[in-house]
Every structure is written in C-alpha cells, then in structure tokens.
C-alpha cells in the first residue's frame, strides 16, 4: 500500500506565495510521474504540474510563470512553490504519484490541502 500526505496550503492574501509538499511512503519500488491537481468550488479537478521522474515538467496555462514544481527522490517528495498568488488559485490542491511495484504499475492520491486566497 501507498500512502500520500499533503502538506503547506492555508490562507494567502493575493500577490502572496505558498508552498505545498507531498510525500510518498509506502510499498514500491520506484515512483514515477507526481503531479498537483486542483479543484475548486463547483468546478472540476484540474491538472496543475507535473514532473517525471527525470525532472521534465509540465503547467496548465494558468499557473505559468508563478508556479514551479520540484522533486526531491531521495525523500519521494513533490513539492509545488505558488507564487503571485490570485484569488482565482482558492481551490483543494491533491497530489498524485504514479508508482511501481516489480511489474505492477498503479496511482496514488493524497487526501487534499485547501489553498485560499483573499484579502
């Protein structure tokens, strides 16, 4: 079993930063793509950023220019630094990591962080 914890978020005024970690315990052999997904109030989830295991990286459209993901292997961990923080970024932030166990090939989810923005 994979176990994927959140952590950072909580209230931000506009303009501000914050940064979310999430980390990747459990049984497996390697992790691959981790990624930051969004959902906000009455919309559907949406994909922030991802990252491969060989550091490419990929943003929405949105989130271009302010925000930056990171990966530390050593500690399984997916880290998202938001900058120039909009009340339009107010949303559930989760994570997801796909992993490997021998030929097994799964995803994972972690339980959720509120981001919200506002003055």
């Known amino acids: 079993q994979v176990q994927v914890v959140e952590s950072g978020g909580g209230s931000v005024q506009p303009g501000g930063s914050s940064r979310l970690s999430c980390a990747a315990s459990?049984?497996?052999?390697?992790?691959?793509?981790m990624g930051w997904y969004r959902q906000a109030p009455g919309k559907e989830r949406e994909l922030v950023a991802t990252?491969?295991?060989?550091?490419?990286?990929n943003y929405a459209d949105s989130v271009k220019g302010r925000f930056t993901i990171s990966r530390d292997s050593a500690k399984n961990t997916v880290y998202l630094q938001m900058s120039s923080l909009k009340p339009e970024d107010t949303a559930v932030y989760s994570c997801n990591v796909r992993y490997s166990r021998s030929t097994y090939v799964s995803t994972a989810w972690g339980q959720g962080t509120q981001v919200t923005v506002s003055s």
């Open positions: 459990g049984s497996f052999s390697s992790l691959g793509i």
């Open positions: 990252i491969t295991s060989a550091g490419s990286t």
